[in-house]
Structure formats: structure tokens, C-alpha cells
């Protein structure tokens, strides 16, 4: 629950409850399955990298383990109004992470950076739709440098309302790595019917698949390389990292 992350951290996001347009996403659950995955694996990598802010419900958590950690912390969006909002907040809570904001996809920005060091985690929480997670899992493997963990948001998230798209992150991810990708469950456990459901949406339409979990974790070195790659971006990427997958 939410007492189990720092009390500094709390406070932080209660003063950002009262910054107008801030309206955090996820559970108090998934921040503090996320916070506790990383500090256990902080010895891996270094560095944190946010794909999609929204409002900084997130950036707030993981700025806050950047500062402990000593960790540089990338923030991305495509939308710069959220990026300017998640600013504002991170000013308003003093975050002291020095966040890198930088505006468009996970692909361009790894066509942009060239990082010298091994992220610890890049958390996925952008565009939900099937096609765009398709997109930003490939992008991954865009970045020079392979991070050690991939978390995903809204795992099992539905929609019934054709204006969010088709919204299947856990397809995307299967799709991508496999059926039987090791994976581990994180953020709220859903049982035989949660709340919002398939028979009782909410009012904008999304709902939770039955027994399914708000987020999962991935370890990319138990998973291999997406078979939608290609066969030559697939031999280039494994190239690059062969010396590299060891380093720091």
C-alpha cells in the first residue's frame, strides 16, 4: 500500500493532489511494487527512464528513487503539455532528480541519446493501444544500451469505447516476447470480477480483464529479442550489445 514507500515520498504526493490538472493513474499498490522491484535490483544498471508522464504520478515516485539512488532519470512524451504539467509538479513537491524532458517517441529519442551506462528500468506507460506498445517495445531495443528491466502499466486494461483504440498491452507484450514470457505481476491483483469490469465498465468505457494485474515486470535478459524485429535489425542489435551487456 501507499505506506509502504517513504514517508518523504507520501507527503510529496499529497502536495501534488491540491496542482490542478494533476490526476495520477495508477495505484498507490503499483508505486509501491515498483519502488521496492527497483531499490532490490538497484545494483543492476543505473538510471530510469519514464516513457509517457501524463500528469507525474509516476515521475513524483521515480524521480524520488532517482535522488536516493544518485541515478540520472529521462522523462519522455509526445505531448508537451503534459511534460509541462509534470514540471510544474515536480517544482511544486521539490523534486531534486534534475529530470532530462525530452518531447516524442521512445524512438527518437534512442536515435537522439547515447547513453553510457545500462538503465536499471524503463517503465512503459504511454499510448496503450495494441500497435503503439508493439511500437515502443521495439523501440526498446533502439536504445544503445539494453536496461536491465521493462515494467508495463495497465497490463490488463480494456476499453469498450472504439475512441481509445484497441487497448491490449498484454497482447502487445505476448505478441512480442512470447506466451510464456516470464513476467512478474505487480500494482493491483484482480480476481473474477473486478471493478470497473467487462459487465460493469466505467463511465468512459475501460474496465479490467478478470484475474488480471494492473502492471508487470520484465527482466529483458530472460526474454529474447522480438521475432517482428527482422532479421537484420535483429543481427545489428546483437552486435551492439554483445559488449555491452555486461557493463554497468
Not at 35 to 50: A, C, D, P
Not at 54 to 77: A, N, R
Amino acid at each position: 500500500m501507499a505506506e509502504d514507500l517513504p514517508e518523504d515520498l507520501l507527503e510529496r504526493k499529497k502536495i501534488a493532489s491540491s496542482v490542478p490538472g494533476h490526476q495520477p493513474q495508477t495505484s498507490a499498490r503499483f508505486h509501491a511494487d515498483l519502488y521496492r522491484r527497483i531499490l532490490e535490483n538497484r545494483h543492476k544498471g543505473q538510471g530510469i527512464v519514464e516513457v509517457g508522464c501524463f500528469s507525474g504520478g509516476s515521475t513524483i515516485v521515480l524521480g524520488h528513487l532517482c535522488e536516493q539512488l544518485g541515478w540520472p532519470f529521462h522523462v519522455i512524451d509526445i505531448n508537451q503539455a503534459y511534460i509541462d504539467l509534470t514540471k510544474t509538479v515536480l517544482d511544486r513537491v521539490g523534486d531534486r532528480s534534475a529530470p532530462i524532458f525530452f518531447a516524442g517517441t521512445l524512438e527518437e529519442f534512442a536515435q537522439a541519446h547515447r547513453l553510457d551506462y545500462r538503465i536499471n528500468t524503463i517503465l512503459i506507460d504511454a499510448n496503450h493501444d495494441y500497435e503503439f506498445v508493439r511500437k515502443d517495445i521495439q523501440s526498446i531495443y533502439s536504445l544503445n544500451r539494453r536496461p536491465h528491466f521493462a515494467a508495463f502499466h495497465d497490463y490488463s486494461l480494456r476499453s469498450s469505447n472504439p475512441a481509445h483504440g484497441n487497448i491490449r498491452v498484454d497482447r502487445a507484450i505476448h505478441d512480442s516476447w512470447g506466451a510464456r514470457l516470464p513476467l512478474e505481476r505487480i500494482g493491483i491483483q484482480f480476481g473474477p470480477d473486478p471493478a470497473p469490469s467487462r459487465q460493469r465498465p466505467s463511465p468512459s468505457g475501460s474496465y479490467w480483464e478478470a484475474n488480471g494485474s494492473e502492471a508487470v515486470m520484465i527482466a529483458l535478459a530472460d526474454v529474447g529479442l522480438p521475432a517482428d524485429l527482422g532479421l537484420l535489425r535483429r543481427l545489428r542489435i546483437m552486435a551492439n550489445w554483445r559488449d555491452k551487456v555486461a557493463s554497468r
